[in-house]
C-alpha cells in the first residue's frame, strides 16, 4: 500500500503510529503473506536477452525497472525497509546500509573528494569525529569543529572548498539541541549540503528534512531496530542526492543483509509506540534527577533550564529518551552508583526497549588523556542514561536507590 493509497483511503497518514505500520506496505505480498518477506537471494534471473537489455537500458537512462539484478544492488526485503523509512522521514528515497557509522562514513565519502573541507559541530558522536579528523586526512580534506549553536563560528568556518556542513540533534551525551532551519538555512544560502544525523530525535519527534536539511542519517541499531538484535544505518534525502551515493555504496559494496531488514521492518512497526513511551520516560526520569540531591546536574532538552529548550519545543514532537546526568562526588561515587542499579544495564548504544548506562570517560573515552576528557567535558561524574520502554517508576525508584549509594 502506497502512501498516497493511504491518503485515498482516507486513513491518518499524518499519525505516525499508522504510518509506522502501513506506509508504502504492498497490500498485497508473495503468497498473500501478511508481514513482509524474506527474500534470501544473492542474485536473480532473466527471462531472455531481450529481457536483459531491455534492464541493462532502463538502468542506465535511471527509469524504474521493477525488478533486481544482483543483491549488492538490492533486494525487494531491504527496499521495503528503505520506502517505510523514507515515509517516516518524509524523503524521497532512503538507502540501508551495515551501521550508523556506514551511513555516515559513504555520505562523507561520497560528498568530501580531495581538497574539500568539511564543517562539523562539536559534541558530536566520537567516532564521526575521529574519522573526519583522521581518516580524511589521506584525502587532504579539511575539518573544522566549532561549537553547537554558535553560527556566526559556523559561518566563519565555511570556506570555498567546503562541500558539508553536519551537526547531531539532540547531541551526544549534552543533549544540546541544534536550530535545525537556521542551519538548513545557511546551508542554502552558502550552497552547501547539510547533514544531520538524527539518531537521538527519531522520525517521530523530528523530521530534518523538512526543515530543509539536505541529508539525514540514523543508525538503525538504536530506536529504529529498538531491540538492541541488529546493525543497520539509513542515509535519507532527496533521490537526486542520495541515488549518487546508492551507486557508490553498489561499489564499495557495505550494504546490509534482508535479514537485517526484516528485523527492521519488524522494529518500525512500533516505533512511534516505543518512542512515545520514551519520551515519557525521559521527561519523568529528567523531572526526577534535577531534583534530587545526589545529581549536580540534569541534562534534557525538556527540562525548562536546558539552554536548548525553546528551540526544542518548537522543532520537535517529543525530547527523546536520553538523559545524562552530573552525579554529586567523584569517580567512586559515580562507580557506586552504577553499581547498584538493579533495572537498568550498564552498557553502551540505546533506543532499545531496556534502560542501559554509560559512563563516557571510562566506557567512550578510555584511550583520552584526562585532560582531553575534561576539555570535552566528559567527567569522572557524567552518566548517560538510554531509557527503555519500562514503567516510569519503576526507573525512578531503582535510580534512586542506587543514587542513594553514591
Sequence with gaps: ???????????????????????LENRQKVHRSLVEPIFHTSTYTFDNMADVVSYQEAHQWGLPTGRYEYGRYGNP????????????????????????????????LKHLPSGSHIVMTDDSYRRTVQFCEEHLKPYSVGVSVVPLGDFDALEAAIRPETKLLFSETPSNPFLRILDVERFAEIGRRRKVTTVIDATFSTPINLNPLALGIDIVIHSATKYLGGHNDLLAGFITGRKE????????????????????????????KTLALRVNQQNRNGQAVAEFLASHPRVERAFYPGLKNHPGHEVAVRQMRGFGGVVSLLVHGDQQATF?????????????????????ALHPASMAY???TPTVRQRLGMTDNLVRLALGVEDPGDLIADLDQALRCA
Design 336 to 356: 557506586r552508583f552504577l553499581d547498584a542499579l538493579r533495572l537498568i544495564y550498564i552498557s553502551p548504544s540505546l533506543g532499545g526497549v531496556e534502560s542501559l
Design 1 to 23: 500500500m502506497s502512501q498516497s493509497a493511504l491518503e485515498e483511503n482516507g486513513l491518518p497518514v499524518s499519525n505516525f503510529s499508522t504510518r509506522s505500520v502501513h506506509a
Design 241 to 268: 542526492i542520495i541515488n549518487p551515493i546508492r551507486d557508490y555504496i553498489g561499489i564499495l559494496g557495505g550494504i546490509s543483509d534482508p535479514n537485517t531488514a526484516f528485523l527492521l521492518l519488524r522494529g518500525m
Design 77 to 108: 526485503t531491504t527496499t521495503a525497509a528503505e520506502e517505510r523509512l523514507a515515509a517516516l522521514e518524509g524523503a524521497e528515497t532512503a538507502i540501508l546500509v551495515a551501521s550508523g557509522m556506514a551511513a555516515l562514513t559513504y555520505t562523507f
Design 366 to 368: 578510555p584511550d583520552c
